[in-house]
């Protein structure tokens, strides 16, 4: 597949003899840097002061030299490295869409531009390469930079909104993977005793094998069941019975699910200390239902924590453990990483500390396929704080309140003429919330299925406790009217077990939690108004 985007053998024959006052500064170079050694103690001005030393070579020997694509750009712009020393450099750089990796009529592979590809003649000639093998030896020097740059593995976007797009990892960008895992482990207060089920879908997806280095790399046992699509909700139930794991990672509706089951069939299931989750919105509610389940099946107490990642980041981030009820603590980044900068997504420009916007990512590390100030297309409430953190005392880059993604909001045409735009990312957190209310599903149809007729919101719902239906009713009815000015036209109650076959669960990667069943025409995502092309808004996400 890769095999003429990308053929190399690094050389480094031409070896010259280096003078013994570079060979000091090449030992300086080769060492960890604070900021990796101190990446959770830094304080702000000197952690951004280490970033913008390690943007600057990152670009310059890394990026710049091998990248196709920013080699184009810097062009056009009339940058080098040496114009981006420090992070608010950053903004001399243009944004990076998802729209500039897809394939086109005139570049079917245009993702590949985004490839590092080694030139061996550049770092044959490098003070670091040279160094090593007059210490190590060619050959084994050649066998590191082969693995430190050559792409062996790749995850995917989902596509469910655009093509799929593929991104590379090399060796160095898989170490980096264990790395960031380790530290949601270390966050949650790794123990050399956890066991920790994997029930993420098996898929080229980040989720997946993120946690599966999270075990590999960190010498943790793991089992990964590869979701519902592949064990089933009755055998991931076997395989906690089984291995009795004290940690379970997965989305929340697969996870909710199995739980369910498990107390239906009245299992009991001891030892489980934390609970995971990914791919999806956690509100509250969805913390407080997972905890009582788990209580009901034997293991109260439980931790559930909630992640961040997307696979253009190669990486994900977490929580640190916090008390239930308690405002969550943040998503804890890695500054000696990558870089997170808060937009603001109608005139890009950047955000104060503190300030909601889109999520921008820059990384420091990365190999294999690399894109530089990429625009997510998802919304952090509350911005960035460099505080340190009420719960763990750690001091990093935190993002604060809840993450939306724009192409949850849904334009609705609720009146003959009048359009209402709906942010289903709030809605979600809303019905989650609600106290009596299992699992749901909301969809969008038209009136008696007559596509020039007004938009309707179909509410399908299981019951839990002893809420009633009249009484769930006209609580959800209230409450979506005061939150939103919108009132579900049905109402639908279901058994948890037709619920999962709404959702598909098992059957799909992720679970149906909004479907749209209107003409193609008609549910268009919402588009926010014009702005200068450099600067449009992201309006699909993986």
Known sequence: ?????????????????????????????????????????????????????????????????????????????????????????????????????????????????????PDPAVLAKRPGVILRSLLQGRARERDRLDREWRPIFMTSTTGRSTEPVAFLYTQHDIKNLGIGSGRVADLGGRNPEDRMLNMFPFAPHLAFWYMYYAGIQNNIFALATGGGKVMGTEGNLRAIQKIRPTALAAMPTFIYHVLTQAVEEKLQLPGIRAILLGGEKVAEGTRRKLADLCAQVGSPGV???????????????????????????????????????????????????????????????????????????????????????????????RLMGKISRVSDFRSMRFQKVKGTVIDFNELEHVLDDVRGVGSWQIELRKANDDPLEIDEIVLHLSRTGDSTEAGLTTAISHLLQAHFEIRPNRIHFHAEEAMRELQKVGVLIKEQKLVDNRPAAQAAPYQPRSMPTDQKLQTTRP
């Open 1 to 117: 597949m890769f095999s003429n985007s990308i053929t190399y053998t690094p050389d480094i024959s031409g070896l010259s003899a280096l003078g013994r006052g570079k060979i000091g500064l090449v030992f300086v170079h080769l060492m960890p840097s604070k900021l990796t050694t101190h990446w959770q103690s830094l304080g702000k001005n000197e952690q951004l002061e280490l970033q913008g030393r390690k943007l600057h070579r990152y670009l310059r020997d890394c990026v710049l030299p091998f990248s196709p694509h920013y080699q184009k750009i810097f062009a056009e712009h009339g940058l080098t490295a040496h114009d981006i020393r420090s992070v608010s450099d950053l903004t001399k750089i243009p944004y990076t869409r998802k729209d500039d990796l897809l394939s086109a009529p005139d570049a079917p592979r245009k993702a590949l531009d985004f490839l590092l590809k």
């Open 303 to 397: 931790q559930v924590v909630a992640t961040y990642g997307f696979t253009e980041a190669k990486l994900a981030w977490s929580e640190c453990p916090f008390t239930p009820g308690h405002k969550p603590p943040g998503y804890h980044l890695y500054p000696d990483m990558g870089i997170m900068e808060v937009i603001d997504p109608e005139n890009g420009t950047v955000q104060p500390e503190g300030r909601g916007g889109e999520i921008v990512w820059t990384p420091l590390e990365a190999r294999g396929t690399v894109v530089l100030r990429y625009r997510t297309g998802d919304f952090i409430e509350n911005g960035i704080t460099y505080e340190p953190c009420e719960c763990c005392g750690r001091r990093m880059p």
